[in-house]
């Protein structure tokens, strides 16, 4: 079976630095299969990165490097490290970017990139992502074993996240990402509906900031076009959506805006 | 050789959904030569993703397994199919985006994707294209035949068009696609065009809504720099194009203008 | 080991182009592997495609076959050209887009793809890069010899560029890429800076236009968050940057502006 790595980046696809990371890649694992997340993720926004990684690295078949480059702090003294968790690898600048996988996951090894040999021969001080996380990723996919590219550290940087919270028949959250077609997606989860529920039959609705309620459905078309609702969306969060339109249009909000899920019997 | 899956959705590649998609196909199918068609089809556009896959399918090696998922009725009743038109394989809503390609074709043969085996094990109502579309198409690029997928159906949802009108001298249809380079490309096929010229020698010209006639030439840069002409385009309709420049800024139109060719003796 | 085609267009992802010439690539050489290297090219910008490829196409392996096509011309007289430089093999219209790689390496070969064999039975006048340059990259890949696909040529179209200009202590030069984060990268070589050191201790910095001089560091964390500063960039060329922000809105300047790089001792 040919060995995957796929990427997530903030470079976008106007310049050639996926492609220069994709060329390293290759000459390195010949017979990588290489398969893009996203690099259209916001200058330096590793909130966002890790959001998008955290959601779709599963799909993916167990053994899959991931390389994620979202990296503010380059060629400072942030630790680039490489990470095997469940069953998958990661490469990745330690900043926070690998912190929801990191603490999902049980057990985790992390590494420190601190052998030059898996690095490219003179690494360039504002492009680590080609000269050594694209190597390091190439090197796992090739074989090398995790604990051959350095150091085992104990430690790594956590994503600060704030929590949904659920008091009575409430659950509360915030909007943690807006997709293409304007779905809110926010981070309580299904499990937090459940608990706001308490076993008791009782009709959930939806709000956005001091909104009216709106309907909990199962999918964008129970409500009329045009209509908007609440649901769990794909990746288990609750999520506020418009059929056939844009939520965030809707109701002019964007990231940060507060959510509730509220019964009433 | 190794199978093809080609994509094309609505979904952007800001998101991970795409990602999602090619992990699990890479699940099913480990071999497989992922390419994409495009992600950028403006959201919930049937007619622009019915477009580009009938322009570009005949391009690929036959057998290639065309996934496409531009999908308005998600985890409504619209039926998931999968088709076998020509050399080619399709999985897709069955909401006209596979009608031109399903009309165009001989014989056709299309089936319900009913069988659970061959969906994710539970399904979200908000993204069959990872749970059942893409395990679909990774399971046809894998040797599963078309007939397994489940039930056959006779009939699929057509996708209504405007036909163009030729009368006398004249071809007048419309502009269905504007591409990144500003052309208006139109639905008057070259066969159109000729029927217009009923053979007899004489100069066409094209106009755009009730402009001046354009001068009908073989390519671009057969005007000058900056000019507008009428040109049969890549995929064999009609187009006015700008050399060097935009038509679809020239003019100011967009989808639906109307576009005459006019032949004078 | 399976074959590489790296593509370069100005055709954008939105459009079926880049997949047709995908699809032909696959039909020819199905064994091989894709990568885009960036289609977000400003349409018909050849300096831009240039500058793009000869940056990243030395990190991929030897052998790799570079499709580029931004073509101005397509359909007209400029010759439709292979070429092998160093380690690799190119397809593209002859307007300069190679020029910068084919000036810097040695020995060069460069034939004019004359021979009907190598391309589409019927080669559309407006979509050359599906029905010519696709399938001689394909056929490259596959191993065909260059000098089957056509004639040799002596000469081949250069490309204008103003060189930067070192001169006393100074060197000055100008922007020539402005990348997704807002980087102005110049023409001025590492090399320019050190023949303006003159092997003498001294502390550049750099400016833009006439604006105020920057310290010349490292890296964009060696200045704090939100500061401007100069430095040698990945491809080995000065370029202005601010630190967790972009050096274009903060100069209001584009490809074209002056740079200049400034020792006192």
């Known amino acids: 079976v040919r060995p995957i790595v796929a990427l997530l980046t903030d470079f976008g696809l106007r310049d050639h630095y996926v492609a220069a990371m994709k060329g390293v890649i290759l000459r390195i694992c010949p017979d990588v299969s290489l398969v893009d997340v996203t690099h259209d993720i916001p200058p330096q926004d590793i909130q966002a990165a890790a959001l998008e990684l955290a959601a779709c690295h599963a799909a993916f078949p167990p053994g899959t490097v991931f390389l994620a480059v979202v990296d503010p702090g380059v ?7 490489a990470a095997a968790a469940g069953d998958y690898r990661f490469v990745a600048p330690d900043n926070g970017l690998l912190g929801p996988i990191l603490e999902a996951a049980f057990p985790v090894s992390v590494v420190e990139l601190t052998r030059a040999e898996y690095a490219a021969a003179s690494v360039s001080r504002t492009f680590e992502g080609r000269d050594r996380f694209a190597p390091a990723a190439a090197w ?3 074989g090398v074993a995790l604990e051959a590219l350095g150091e085992p550290v104990g430690t790594w940087t956590r994503l600060e996240r704030r929590q949904p919270v659920v008091h009575g028949r409430r659950a509360e959250g915030e909007v943690v990402r807006v997709d293409r077609f304007g779905n809110l997606v926010t981070n309580i989860a299904e499990a937090d509906v459940r608990r706001a529920a308490s076993g008791v039959a ?8 001091d909104g009216p309620p709106l309907p909990f459905v199962s999918t964008y078309s129970d409500v009329p076009g045009g209509q908007a609702c609440g649901l769990v969306g794909s990746t288990g969060h609750v999520e506020v959506s418009v059929n056939g339109g844009s939520a965030a249009e809707r109701f002019g909000v964007t990231r940060g805006a507060r959510v509730t899920v509220q019964f009433s019997s």
């Open 75 to 81: 060629g400072s003294r942030r630790r680039p490290i």
């Open 202 to 209: 009782a009709i959930p609705s939806v709000s956005v900031a």
């Open 140 to 142: 796992l996919a090739s």
